[in-house]
């Protein structure tokens, strides 16, 4: 239950990013910086490969 909670965030937030214009490779890696500074590099990396796997999805979400 825990980690289904945990993803269904990780999948709301890496949306949410996306929808703000986080898309273009400067963006993201402005964003993969920021998010190493709070909450470090993993955190960070997982969050981008979301966002990657959210933008091939996003005609499922994207309205």
Do not use: F
């Amino acid at each position: 239950m825990a980690d289904e909670v945990r993803q269904h965030m990780l999948e709301c937030e890496a949306r949410t990013w996306l929808r703000n214009g986080y898309d273009t490779p400067e963006r993201i890696e402005e964003l993969t910086l920021a998010i190493a500074k709070r909450r470090g590099q993993a955190s960070a990396e997982r969050l981008v490969e979301e966002m990657r796997r959210q933008w091939r999805r996003r005609a499922d979400w994207l309205s």
